[in-house]
């Protein structure tokens, strides 16, 4: 491990060194795009970076593949303010921006942090877990934005664009090798006219990641993941007034292990594992080991996720303004085997077999831009179905200090049938009251119906099935709420390249239903309402070398919805939150083919009630970093691409002195490459996490018995990769 350090660090140095780095990089300018250039969607029109009055952070293609990124899940490495984590099983996924979002947990949640793929509202937090390949970029939109980019976005959004056809035939083809974690990427994309209005993009990746926990029972790093994942993309465009893009997308990842391990003593724990035949192999320390098994020593806990997603985009120019009408359907289908004991034996095992399907219709129309009176106007329709059946099963030889001689044992089945049916009507504008200065408003009405059938039945009697987790016969609720969402806010251009604003805005995330509480007629929850104060300012200036973008945010939530696992039982309740800060983004190009950039957030996220910290919410997280490409020798050049990425101290769960915090965590990484100046060519060493630092990933109270269970982060990797070009 030490000598691939030591090399990437002579392949830096190297690349540092090399001549005429100021002034002969040229041709490889556009590789280094300044920030104004960078185009969004955010606000459903094409718009540069810099003249949207919000808190947008954009990890763009170039910056996805210099990091060998190949998940959602990884995003955060290059999104400074954004945080995910991952419960210990299945593909649930917890978010948060500025410290506040949805932590894991009930697969029934929509996410506060809601995914868009293309414009279209993807609520399930497992929809996180996707592969993610051929984007042209990841936008990521802070704050409260629900009256414009829809329901659920009570506490911002993340936007995730794909790449569309090109109209000349092109191939793309990249493929890398973890030496550290063996883990191992095979990608690729190709650009098909089919004829001059016609284009077609099929693009894929196959990725396997190796895991960076060891299972000293299996002998194998967990979790271990396969995911293949394909995409074609059919573009038409007949005339300049008509445009139509439709997708189709299947994605199937498979995981196995647990990376959950026991962090502090536990008699009990060790006990356990001494009667499941695996005596003295828990350490108690959050240092990537574990073990664990499931059926039988050197079996493991599984999770498999397959998502098909379509949809058809239509463009219409009416001679002005733009009629838009964006058609989706997507499902998805989990199917999981848990080691919720998180230990040797089986203990506690759980079977999930979840599916989702949606439909959205949106329609709006988009005026043409620049206007005296900007605007955007629509309407959204959204059907989903949540099917969530589980089986769990106890069987510890012991029961509590209250009754030990009763063991905790049994089984049941959980059977969570819901029926989300949305309507909503939004609208936006901005009116140029003066030169430079410009007023923007927006409002948002949803009506919003949920349906749920309930069951539990027990299978096997026991202290577990029976008066742990009742049962309940089948019984229905109904839940039906209207909200109305808004923004307002100014934009004043105080010079030509320094834009000033200042915004106000209520987001609503709907109330619901949770499938894993302990007694099912208490899983109602209300809705969840955000406000959100934000000024700013976003300016460029030495020729536009120099970008500095602050902002400074103030955001209350009322009735912030939690499920709380105590270590025995699921809880459901609502819970009053703010968060107070800053953010900064600022790059400088000091020469030409050289970038310095530094982006942090502070963010002060509380309970209103208690003033207790929050889960997943550091006070600092950020990146400071450089990018450097320079003429090698003929038509090569070399690049470089290094950054150190940070956070604070967190918690993760909402009672903070149920388990330990996790500790900052600080990451070194560097990305060195040789690449053909017209970039046909790059090989690329791709180092992440150099010093092999560690940290707590999240951590959560181990059923049954108590004693915090945690997950670490991950590892170093270095990768080599390679990426070739024809066009």
């Known amino acids: ?254 995981d196995t292990g647990t990376p959950s391990e026991f962090i502090a003593a536990n008699p009990t724990a060790a006990l356990l594992q001494g009667l499941a035949g695996a005596p003295n192999t828990l350490d108690f320390a959050l240092n990537r080991q574990n073990a664990t098994y499931i059926g039988a020593p050197g079996g493991e806990q599984t999770a498999r996720l397959r998502v098909h997603r379509g949809g058809l985009t239509m463009n219409l120019d009416l001679g002005g303004p733009t009629l838009t009408s964006v058609s989706s359907y997507s499902t998805f289908k989990e199917a999981d085997l848990n080691d919720a004991d998180f230990q040797a034996g089986n203990y506690l095992n759980r079977t999930l077999d979840e599916t989702s399907r949606q439909f959205s219709q949106e329609v709006r129309l988009v005026s043409p831009g620049k206007q005296v009176f900007d605007y955007v106007v629509g309407a959204l329709y959204l059907d989903n179905t949540l099917r969530n059946a589980s089986v769990v099963t106890a069987n510890y030889p012991f029961g509590p200090p209250q ?123 209300d809705s969840e309402r955000a406000r959100t104060a934000e000024i700013g300012i976003k300016s460029q200036f030495a020729d536009r070398t120099v970008t500095l973008n602050v902002s400074a945010f103030s955001t209350n939530v009322d009735n912030f919805q939690v499920v709380t696992f105590n270590g025995l039982a699921f809880t459901v309740a609502n819970a009053d939150l703010q968060s107070r800060g800053f953010e900064l983004e600022a790059s400088w190009r000091p020469v030409r083919g050289v970038r310095l950039f530094v982006s942090n957030t502070y963010a002060d996220a509380k309970d209103r009630r208690t003033s207790a910290p929050i889960p997943l919410a550091p006070k600092w997280s950020g990146s400071a970093g450089f990018d450097v490409r320079t003429p090698l020798s003929g038509s090569i050049d070399a690049l470089a691409n290094g950054s150190v990425d940070y956070r604070s101290k967190r918690y993760y769960q909402q009672d903070p002195n149920a388990v330990p915090p996790g500790a900052a965590f600080t990451t070194y990484n560097l990305s060195v490459a040789l690449a053909d100046r017209d970039d046909r060519w790059e090989l690329r060493a791709i180092g992440r996490n150099l010093t092999d630092a560690n940290a707590a990933a999240f951590i959560f109270p181990t059923p049954i018995i108590g004693g915090p269970n945690g997950i670490s982060e991950r590892g170093r990797s270095i990768m080599v990769q390679g990426t070739v070009r024809f066009r």
């Not at 649930?92 to 279209?120: C, N, Q």
């Not at 284009?199 to 002998?219: C, E, K, M, P, Y």
């Open 403 to 525: 009754a030990p001689t009763v063991p905790i044992a049994g089984s049941f089945r959980n059977a969570f049938d819901q029926q989300t049916r949305a309507v909503s009507a939004f609208a936006q504008g901005t009116l140029r009251v003066a030169e430079g200065f410009r007023l923007l408003g927006g409002l948002r009405y949803t009506n919003e119906r949920k349906t749920i059938d309930f069951a539990r039945t027990v299978l096997v009697p026991g202290l577990f099935s029976i008066a742990i987790y009742p049962p309940y016969a089948p019984f229905t609720l109904k839940r039906t709420e209207n909200n109305v969402d808004y923004s307002a806010g100014l934009q004043v251009d105080l010079a030509p390249d320094v834009l000033a604003y200042a915004s106000y805005g209520q987001g609503t995330k709907s109330g619901g239903f949770a499938t894993s509480v302990t007694f099912l007629d208490q899983s109602p929850y």
């Open 1 to 254: 491990m030490r000598n691939h350090t030591i090399t990437l660090g002579l392949c830096a140095a190297a690349c540092l060194a090399a001549p005429s780095l100021a002034q002969d990089a040229a041709p490889a300018e556009t590789a280094m795009a300044s920030d104004d250039e960078i185009v969004i969607t955010a606000r459903k029109r094409f718009e540069a970076l810099q003249d949207v009055p919000v808190s947008i952070g954009v990890a763009t293609a170039e910056m996805i593949a210099k990091t060998g990124t190949t998940s959602l899940l990884q995003i955060q490495s290059i999104a400074p303010g954004l945080n995910l984590a991952k419960a210990p099983t299945g593909n649930e996924i917890g978010v948060t921006i500025r410290g506040l979002g949805s932590a894991p947990g009930d697969s029934a949640f929509d996410s506060s942090v809601s995914l868009f793929i293309d414009g279209v509202y993807a609520p399930r937090s497992r929809e996180f877990a996707s592969a993610l390949f051929d984007v042209e970029r990841v936008e990521v939109i802070r704050g409260t934005q629900a009256a414009l980019l829809g329901k659920n976005t009570s506490l911002g959004a993340i936007n995730l664009v794909t790449r569309k056809p090109g109209d000349s035939f092109a191939l793309e083809l990249r493929a890398g090798y973890d030496f550290e974690l063996k883990s191992r990427v095979i990608a690729g994309g190709v650009d098909i006219p089919l004829d001059a209005t016609l284009a077609l993009r099929v693009s894929g990746q196959s990725t396997f990641d190796g895991g960076w926990t060891r299972n000293t029972i299996s002998g194998k790093n967990n979790p271990s993941r396969h995911d293949d994942a394909i995409r074609a993309v059919l573009h038409w465009e007949p005339s300049a007034a008509f445009d139509a893009t439709a997708y189709y997308q299947y994605s199937f990842g498979r």
